[in-house]
């Protein structure tokens, strides 16, 4: 791409807007800034299109919303699901969300394709929730997720309520792609797509349709209604979309033992209150902690801006708060589950990802129930979901370790609203028995060993980051090792060339001795490699010490020094 050339374009097009002139001109001496910007468009990960909002092909603004979502209205009308096609757009509480909602909204009506658009923030889930409920061929999420508040999103879905795998979300890619100018995209004006019918708010039947399927699939709606004397509960959604919903829901089962954390009920674009909207990380539950000390609570939940991710800190004995990981939040609910199961229902099956911790695996498979690994990222679980309609198999529960978890197949993407729900419960029913989730925890650690899993976030921006990460991958791939950290290495897999019938993905994951296992990726949705370590020993001593070790050495042979 020839930067200068695409960043002049900007400037002299008569369809950029004065700020995003005004904004470019103040870049014109700044070279560096200016490659950062436009070296490349914005691509579609695991996670879609993510980027820094800014005018440019490398940022989130208006003008690559548009463009998107062009490419993505030609790739709903070049399919022909539906006689009139139609897309459910949602957005959460970030900067320019609303903006971007709408901007994606009138280039699909602009293209005759209506857009159901919600009148304020809602959930990822509950987007994908409303394309089926809808009936609809498509739908748009606007979030960054987890993201800095610098950062916005654009998610796209399937009819069926799921992300595009990667084989769909390629040939929107090719469609986006195509669209070579701003002249290339059809834009209707708000006030003719009202007029034309091409542009409507969604029913609030809508929300309350997905409010009633959360409350349906308790297992004992009674226990909200009388929770066990002294238990409470704190809640935040971090300033993001989780708030509504959760009370909501929270509210028709009866529930009075909630605490929310009232600064951050708030929807705020910047988290004033917290460094990172992330719940795997600790620092994201300084306040939710200081409420539960001060009211004795049995624990605290976050969810993140766009609310499919939630983590939990539980009271220890000690009334320190210990934040579960991913990977144990995700076998305590699946425990928990198999624990209310009359009867198992036919072929029942438990999705999870290849960099899963082999905990929640091993607790399936004790109790009959098969474990099928898909590919980072939840399109796969929901893909899996979808194949399974046929009859040949029962989705019990997916989860993945980077906090996401789904029950039932009303929605098909991870849901922290039905989450939160089902810890709420779990919670109380061992609060009711005199425990904590940790004491659970480690009955389980005691019965299928003690297992451990710790993540490297390598952070590495722009294009020169870009760079290094691809070098670290072809060390990866190139570079193999027969001993890691004292362990002989049994397998490697690498997912670019899988013999196992998964689709390509950029992972290569090594086995070792012992139920040890590493795997490194990019991340698809920020500027980050991604390195797994899981260990399971007879302790957790044991187990911590061998993966810090494998950990470490894989750093030390693969990474180079920044």
Not at 60 to 83: D, H, T
Not at 420 to 435: A, D, F, G, N, P
Not at 501 to 527: C, Q
Request: one cysteine or more; glycine letters at 8%.
């Amino acid at each position: 791409m020839d930067v200068q050339k695409v960043y002049q374009h900007w400037l002299d097009s008569p369809y950029v807007d004065e700020d995003t002139r005004l904004e470019l001109m103040a870049l014109k001496d700044n070279a560096k800034e200016i490659e950062e910007r436009f070296y490349k468009d914005l691509e579609f990960g695991t996670g879609g299109m993510r980027g820094i909002i800014g005018a440019g092909t490398n940022r989130m603004n208006r003008y690559v919303i548009r463009k998107a979502s062009q490419g993505f209205a030609k790739y709903i009308l070049e399919r022909g699901a539906r006689p009139e096609p139609a897309i459910v757009i949602a957005y959460d509480t970030r900067r320019f969300s609303k903006v971007f909602a709408l901007e994606a909204a009138l280039v699909m009506a602009g293209n005759g394709i209506k857009a159901y658009v919600y009148e304020g923030v809602r959930t990822t889930p509950e987007l994908s929730f409303a394309v089926r409920h809808l009936n609809a061929s498509a739908g748009i999420v606007i979030t960054a997720s987890h993201n800095p508040p610098e950062y916005n999103g654009y998610k796209v879905y399937g009819e069926d309520g799921c992300q595009l795998v990667p084989e769909e979300a390629d040939k929107v890619i090719e469609d986006v792609l195509a669209v070579k100018s701003f002249e290339d995209v059809s834009y209707m004006e708000e006030a003719a797509a009202k007029a034309k019918g091409l542009l409507e708010i969604v029913s609030e039947s809508v929300d309350q349709a997905y409010i009633d399927g959360v409350v349906s699939k308790t297992c004992t709606p009674s226990m909200f209604q009388n929770p066990p004397e002294g238990f409470k509960v704190v809640f935040t959604p971090l300033h993001g979309t989780g708030g509504r919903p959760v009370v909501k829901a929270l509210e028709a089962l009866n529930f009075k033992g909630l605490i929310p954390v009232l600064e951050q009920m708030e929807e705020d674009s910047d988290f004033t209150t917290i460094k990172l909207p992330n719940p795997e990380e600790m620092e994201a539950y300084e306040r939710a902690v200081a409420y539960a000390e001060l009211y004795s609570a049995s624990a605290a939940i976050a969810t993140d801006p766009d609310c499919d991710r939630v983590g939990v800190v539980v009271r220890d004995d000690l009334g320190h708060y210990i934040k579960l990981t991913g990977n144990q939040t995700g076998g305590l609910l699946l425990d928990y589950m198999i624990s209310q199961l009359r009867e198992l229902p036919k072929n029942p099956v438990v999705l999870d990802t290849i960099v899963t911790s082999d905990f929640g695996a091993a607790i399936a498979k004790k109790n009959g129930i098969e474990v099928v690994s898909t590919l980072t990222g939840f399109k796969f679980i929901g893909e899996k979901i979808r194949q399974y309609e046929d009859g040949s198999k029962t989705f019990l529960f997916g989860y993945e370790e980077s906090y996401g978890y789904l029950i039932g197949t009303d929605v098909r993407d991870k849901d922290a609203v039905i989450s939160t729900v089902w810890i709420i419960e779990m919670l109380m029913y061992y609060y009711k028995r005199k425990q904590s989730l940790l004491d659970r925890l480690e009955a389980l650690y005691r019965e299928y060993g003690y297992h451990f899993e710790t993540l490297v976030n390598l952070k590495r921006e722009g294009k020169d980051g870009m760079a290094q990460i691809g070098q670290i991958m072809a060390n990866a791939r190139n570079d193999r090792m027969d001993v890691v950290a004292g362990l002989k290495t049994i397998k490697i897999t690498d997912f670019e060339n899988d013999p196992t019938g998964l689709p390509k993905s950029d992972v290569v994951k090594y086995e070792l001795e012992g139920g040890t296992w590493f795997a490194i990726r990019p991340s698809g949705t920020e500027p980050k490699l991604k390195i797994y370590v899981s260990s399971v020993a007879t302790s957790g001593e044991e187990a911590k010490t061998r993966a810090d070790a494998v950990a470490k050495e894989v750093q030390s042979r693969l990474v180079p020094a920044v």
